[in-house]
């Protein structure tokens, strides 16, 4: 019997889901490394259209062959979710970081989300509590020590901080949009949906600003390139997409939204692993702030 709107997990099953939250927290927070490898060999524009269409070669025929149920009556706010949550916030993003807007900061600008959600949560009829509204001033304080040593003001376009907050109030707006009109769908059929409707608005945005032909000239087809083409596909437009649907299905939009508090410190962390990334006392200390917040945002 399928999840209903009203389907409230029992204690058992919630002990169940904490895996959910780790594991999304795990593979959001790889898009910046995996912008970190694939952006020196395409547009952005251009990397984002493969990403899109990738994932639609491999949902399409899996949809079709297993006969997943379409929804009725939700297509359009399903695809209207996916422009937000999907094209709005990964082109901002990705177009911001192409511009020179540094990680750490692109980071700190998008993690104001869980606080602009529960601003706006009593609009889809969600109640924050005083306790969360604690944990979401410790998280943005986590962040912004997390990446405090990482932010470099000195050249940064007004471009790049405009492409940011845009994909800081899509992604916002989007989650909000999903969770009030359509939180109950297939995850694959979804998916589909989202993305074919991701696809059509990247693919005439890449012919302009790309300048994308029809032999992918733009693009370097490297082992490294390939690589993290593979991964934003499998790992994180399939996987992570997948469990913050799950997410939004069984949580309240602020309680989903404070896991954002997570990706600056564990993405901190794989560039240090990574990359060599300098990761001082500063920013373990944000670590754990935001951690305690989002403890404080989701713990029943």
Known sequence: MPDTPHTVPTARHA??????PLFFVLLWSSGFIVAKFGL???????FLLLRFLGVLVLLVPAVLLLK?????GKIGHIAFAGLLVQAGYLIGVWCAIKQGMPAGLSALIVGMQPILTAFAAPLIGEKVRPRQWLGLLFGIGGVALVVAAKIQLL??????ILLCV?????????TLYQKHHCPQFDLRVGTVIQFTASLLLVLPLAVIFDGLGPDFAAV???PRFIGALLWSVLGLSIGA???????IRRNDATQVSSLMYL????????AWLMFGEAFNVLGIAGMVLAVAGVIFVVKK
């Open 220 to 222: 370097h087809w490297t």
């Open 15 to 20: 002990s169940f889901l904490w895996p959910l």
């Open 68 to 72: 997943a149920p379409w929804p009725r």
């Open 40 to 46: 020196p060999y395409a547009p952005p524009l251009t």
């Open 155 to 160: 050249g940064l376009s007004a471009v790049a």
């Open 263 to 270: 990706t600056p410190p564990t993405t901190a962390i794989m």
């Open 166 to 174: 845009g994909a800081l109030l899509s992604i916002t707006a989007g």
């Open 241 to 247: 997409i997948f469990l913050l649907f799950a997410l």
